[in-house]
């Protein structure tokens, strides 16, 4: 197993881990945690590979589906843990999505698309887990109310494909468009920034 | 018309009047309850295709789509006797239920996925459209919070699998795969029994 | 570039526009406005070329694309103007449905599906765009509570279809079917009428 592979089981058993802790406080029985689960974890690549007519990850290799599995149970096994984890530690989430961005990069690069619509599909892997989340659990999705994260992802997913058009080989190029993910969001996090919203009075 | 095709015919009709019904409790006018007892009865389906990337059954054989509009008439037209039978023959929608399943099963098996996906595929065949309806109805999907259903599907769709790698000739294993779905949601009906919640106190 | 593919990109531009509007109401930053913006112009067409299997559009025509970015910018930089246009001037709004619709049925009847099918898909081209946009804003779709909406989408269809079996040119048809469209969303709005209801009481 290569070490992007590694990563990528690792980002889906840690958002594995995130939905399941997001669905404990909408009183979801263990079917609905799991596929909140599956689809925050899931869900961005699924939609990705519809898009873009290819067969879905997770149906072609099912070790993406026991690792959504044993993200459940952990989370629910030790929720302590768990929640600790989710709380003080959102780099592992972040981490997540700067990987989850470049993979979607990665797949839609090797379909010769348009640039505009490989970023997207950096974007869509990411964050349209979270979306798809967020609408099971019948809320407004966060990411388009909250913190810097799409932008994120959208700057980690250009810096990429510039530097893989410059002919830069794949794993520096992973190290460093990642790092810009995970600074990006550091940042915001802690000097609490976000985007401007659109809100209605003028 | 063999038995199979006749009972998916009839649980489409069963599942679009139940739709129908949900639909009447939230407002919607005859557009919106259409498309909530389409959803309801086809939105599982159309899912599992999708992601199995073949084609949707009901463009392929629009006898769905007609069984969909007389379910919905039905349901408008004799109100009283749908609620009737809605309400006090819970038996239908199970029936609905563990036929869908096994058309999942059968579906994903003729493609050669993984088991765990076959059987990922029987559930969402027959839960997925009630997950839809209450999406666009505003609710967090009930499958997610409340009763044993998933969960026979998940039994009944693995017994299924098993016992079609041992050879059991098709209506029999419909027969006792499909009771065993049954079974389970009598019970847990009769019993209230529902899956332990994942709630949010340690 | 054609007649049809300039009003294409308009429809476009002024649903991308009444998107970002909506979302102004509902508290959400650029990011989001931009989503919203882009699933209610192109969601209608991208889940009716996920249905029929083909290539989705805004991936093929980048076009598609730019000129989101284009309506969502225009909305926020002079959202007294946009409002202004979007209060008024439904007319616009109506135009763009009249002409998706009929998009959708040309893509629909260009693959030999069934009748009922082609016209099913000038009804999602036109409205499920605005249906997956209320999904994200945590609303039940406005079009199955008010309006008629679909109904004018429905019979605009099958006219364009009529039309075309029996020979009609493409452009004498598309303004035919596209006006009827047009004028019964007119008296609708004027004459106030709307579908009836599929309340409860009994």
């Known amino acids: 197993m290569s070490v992007i592979t590694f ?10 881990m995130s939905g399941v802790l997001a669905a404990s406080e ?17 869900g961005g690549g699924t939609l990705r590979d519809l898009f873009l007519n290819i067969d879905i990850s997770w149906i072609i290799d099912t070790t993406y589906i ?22 003080t530690v959102y780099l592992f989430d972040s981490i997540g999505i ?7 990069v990665q797949k839609a690069l090797a379909l010769d698309v ?3 619509v490989v970023i997207m599909f950096g974007v869509i892997t990411a964050t349209f887990g979270g979306v798809i989340r967020d609408i099971l659990c019948n809320e407004i999705p966060l990411i388009f109310r909250k913190e810097i994260y799409a932008t994120a992802c959208i700057v980690g997913a250009s810096i990429y494909v510039g530097l893989d058009y410059y002919g830069l080989n794949e794993i520096t190029n992973i190290i460093i468009s990642g790092s810009i993910i995970l600074l990006i969001r550091i940042v915001a996090v802690v000097k609490k920034l976000s985007m401007p919203l659109i809100n209605d009075r003028i």
Chains 1, 2, 3 share one sequence.
């Open 98 to 104: 700067g990987l989850f961005t470049i993979l979607g």
């Open 66 to 87: 026991y690792t959504v599995i044993a993200g459940t149970a952990f989370a629910l096994l030790f929720k302590k843990i768990a929640k600790h984890i989710r709380k």
């Open 114 to 116: 348009p640039i505009i």
């Open 26 to 42: 909408k009183q979801l029985d263990l079917f609905g945690g799991f596929i909140i689960a599956f689809v925050t974890a899931l």
């Open 7 to 16: 990563l990528d089981y690792f980002g889906v058993f840690v958002f594995a």
